[in-house]
């Protein structure tokens, strides 16, 4: 199945003329996953081709506004465009309440059913699952409850072995009985083992998404082989002290992470405004993991 982030935005607090508050799309098996929706966000899905309507589930990592500004807009729009399947929204607790003053004082009738999933701010929790992708929320350390996100390809079907298959006579109509792991059975009462017939998928992909945090070895249990790690980077890492009074990372501690994790690949994000050359936060990150890259708006990363 196909697995790939879009980045839509990779600014912190605040906005520059290029950059944009938090936001990303991960599509995963059929489905696409927003997570956080900073101001700006369904513009930015309108410039990179991405479809609102494509989008069921979003995941929102904590309630500081520049990870969740754009929500209550992307929504109005889905129900303006007459929206009709149910949304599901993953984040801290008290979002329910603001969403639903927002619609209440806007007057706003919306078209669909918002399904909420409280994230848990103490400990790792499994949220939900699906044909696509399953989804575990993890605690962070911020200024506020803040959570990062495991989101994990669900179980590949096997490639089907069409030589195999035809040699032994199985009519087509079987073969997605077989993809899903069954064995066959012929007219005769013979088994024939699912392990002739297809071969191995590949691994599934996961993908952990570490919103704002505080420099914290305690996530690497929760992030550990990921294939894609996104990990906030605010500062160059001569700022270090700034970054823990503020609850944040550097990019010499997001590839110290990224290391210790043992994960394919790192996108880092979330970048101060101070800086309008991103190159030498890249350069910190990669001294310390290689495979280390910048989540420039419009970039896409396959896991």
């Known amino acids: 199945m196909k697995a790939e982030l879009h980045v839509l935005g990779s600014s912190s607090a605040l906005p520059t003329k290029d950059r944009h508050p938090s936001a990303q799309v991960l599509t995963i098996g059929y489905e696409k996953i927003l997570i ?22 979003i995941c929102i990592s904590h309630l500081h506004g520049d990870h969740y500004f754009g929500l209550i807009g992307l929504i109005s729009t889905m129900s303006l465009n007459g929206r009709k399947l149910p949304l599901h929204i993953i984040a801290p607790s008290p979002l329910k309440e603001i969403i639903e003053l927002q619609l209440k004082y806007g007057h706003m009738a919306n078209s669909f059913e918002l399904i909420y999933h409280d994230t848990n701010p103490d400990k790792q929790e499994f949220i939900l699952s699906n044909d696509s992708f399953s989804l575990t929320s993890f605690p962070l350390k911020h200024r506020i409850q803040c959570n990062g996100f495991l989101i994990t390809e669900s ?149």
């Not at 929706?37 to 589930?57: D, F, M, P």
């Not at 294939?227 to 906030?232: A, I, K, Q, S, T």
């Open 36 to 57: 956080d929706c900073g101001e700006g966000t369904q513009t930015q899905l309108v410039r990179y081709g991405i479809k609102l309507s494509a989008i069921n589930y």
């Open 155 to 303: 179980k590949n079907e096997r490639p089907l072995n069409a030589s195999a298959c035809e040699k032994a006579g199985i009519p087509i109509a079987f073969y997605r009985s077989i993809k899903l792991g069954n064995d066959f059975e012929t007219s005769d009462g013979k088994k024939i083992s699912n392990a002739l017939l297809t071969f191995d998928p590949e691994p599934a992909k996961t993908f952990a998404y570490c919103s704002d945090t505080i420099f914290d070895g305690e996530i690497i249990p929760y992030i550990k082989n990921a294939d894609l790690l996104y990990h906030e980077t605010t500062y160059l890492h001569e700022l270090a002290d700034k970054a823990a009074e503020r609850y944040h990372s550097t990019a010499k501690q997001a590839g110290e992470i990224a290391k210790q994790a043992n994960v394919k690949k790192l996108v880092i994000g979330h970048f101060s405004s101070r800086y309008d050359n991103l190159d030498p936060l890249l350069e910190e990150a990669r001294i310390e993991f290689s495979e280390s890259h910048l989540g420039i708006e419009g970039s896409a990363f396959m896991l």
